[in-house]
């Protein structure tokens, strides 16, 4: 199989992840949802390597929460250029998020790209005004509809051919496949498949970018099946989306990171 070589063995014993990414989309719906939402992540224990993505109207006061933690603050968007004079109505800069203390930018992800619009030039864009804002880009990459294994692999593949062009190699970069028909937090996923495709996109990244870039899985996770996909050596990590929003999934979560 190709991508064997990049990351070739199976461990059920190995079940605890680099990173976990929390992308809370557009909720909860109120700030003291927000807040007790957050008061779950922080009462969880560990929290090396959790990035909580809020929406940006909370970002000030989770970032006033997280403050004696070590938990990481990630944003869910970025303007894709710098504009002179800032023309660019509505977006939210790469300077601006890193200022304020964001680290971690999500990236190309599907509601973006298939519900507003987002393309390849934006994805490209953003990466390169995240990196260079000294941020760490979150990049998700993903079929759109269930298909064959080798169609799945091209479109993901030309994804990170187009999106990481400009990447550099000398920042950092993560990377989420996140196959879009799993999302929704309760899609039936195979994770070998899932398994395999990282595989891929690691050997992809190891070759055109740079050697061990961390790649995460995205789509329909859960406590329950999070040790499925992180008991491969190549799952470095999780994006949560739905269980993202539940406690008693955050702490059981979290409780994973290593
Ligand atoms: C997501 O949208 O990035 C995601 C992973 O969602 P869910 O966990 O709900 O499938």
């Known amino acids: 199989m190709v991508g064997m070589e990049a990351c070739s063995w199976y461990d059920e014993e190995q079940t605890t992840m680099n990173y ?3 992308n809370w989309k557009m909720n909860p719906g109120t700030r003291s949802d927000a807040d007790k ?3 779950a992540v922080i009462k969880s224990g560990k929290k090396k390597n959790v990035i909580v993505a809020p929406p940006f109207a909370y970002l000030e006061r989770i970032k006033k929460m997280i403050q004696k933690t070590s938990i990481a603050l990630g944003a869910q968007n970025v303007a894709f250029s710098q504009p002179s004079g800032g023309m660019l ?3 939210v800069s790469a300077s ?5 203390g964001v680290e971690y930018v999500i990236i190309g992800h599907s509601e973006r790209r298939y519900q507003l619009g987002e393309d390849d030039v934006h994805v490209r864009g953003k990466v390169e005004m995240v990196q260079k804002a000294g941020m760490v880009p979150v990049v998700c990459v993903g079929e759109r509809h269930n298909m064959s294994f080798s169609r799945a692999k091209q479109a993901v593949i030309r994804q990170l051919f187009a999106g990481l062009k400009n990447a550099s190699p000398r920042k950092k970069l993560i990377v989420a496949y996140e196959p879009v028909w799993a999302i929704g937090g309760d899609k039936d996923v195979s994770p070998s498949r899932a398994v395999r495709m990282i595989m891929e996109i690691q050997t992809w990244l190891d070759r055109r970018v740079k050697k061990n870039v961390p790649v995460l899985y995205g789509g329909s996770v859960h406590a329950d099946n999070a040790d499925d996909f992180l008991a491969h050596r190549c799952v470095k990590g999780l994006l949560v989306g739905s269980a993202s929003l539940n406690p008693k999934e955050v702490s059981a979560l979290v409780e994973k990171v290593r």
């Open 20 to 22: 976990l990414v929390f």
């Open 37 to 39: 939402l957050m008061r």
């Open 89 to 91: 109505t509505g977006e």
């Open 96 to 100: 601006m998020l890193s200022d304020f």
